[in-house]
């Protein structure tokens, strides 16, 4: 097919050969905001496409003959998907790509917390030899885990090795031996009313939208730690702040409106780690995201 790929990941001259091995005929563009008739491209020729937000610039319907799309992002919430089932478009994520390492920075925030690794850095910074009486142990911590997929299950799998308890909350409850427990997303309050660690990994949809808000943060313990690395509007940002002061902390990854505003709070607050988006990052990322495309390809 004749196949659009973009400057959404690195491509280097193996990974393209190995698409062309295939039999398709490569476009590359590098910057997806910038319309393809405005970079000398008839999107009415495109038959597939390897992007991330091409269609946030790019109207769908002017792909007249597209059968096919491969995401690189993990999350559905970027492509038209009502137009995409009407009109029976093939389209994959890139499912299990990013899970290790969003797996490995929920269990890193989590221990940054516990070991109070900003008190120790700002005392290493001004040479201050202070003992800190206030550390906690991750051992015998009961995580509930709110969408086990698979950077869910990635998760479980880390902190089981710390002797956790895993609770697991999903859309749709099975039996997995890395959980104690799964249920329904009926039983969250239940869930979250016992758990040391609550780590959000559901995909962003309109019911789990706020789906942590005022109601169910203020059901959590007191002390309890929050991990968001799925989507910010899984969270009501303002019901999280006011709720902050009896939890140990939160880790952000994620936020309703990106980058976060410089005059935010939560950029302040001693109990709360942000980061830019980033929990995705590894170096292992590029390597499977290959792997993910040649075989969906191939099939």
Known sequence: MKLLITGAITWNEKQKKELQKLGHELIYIQDERIPLEEQGINPKEIEGIICNGLFLYNEISDFKSLQYIQLTSAGFDRVPMNYIKEHSIEIHNARGVYSIPMAEFAVGGVLQLYK???FFYKNQKEHCWVKNRDIVELFGKTVCIVGCGSVGAECAKRFKAFDCKILGVDLYPKIDERYVSMVSLADLDKALSISDIVILTVPLTE?????????????????????NISRGAVVDNEALMNVLPKFSGAVLDVFEKEPLSKKNPLWEMENVIVTPHNSFVGNGNRERLQGLIIENLDR
């Open 207 to 227: 019911e789990t939208r706020h789906l942590m808000n005022a109601q169910r943060l203020n059901n959590m313990k007191i002390g309890a730690v929050l991990v």
């Open 116 to 118: 109070q690794s900003k």
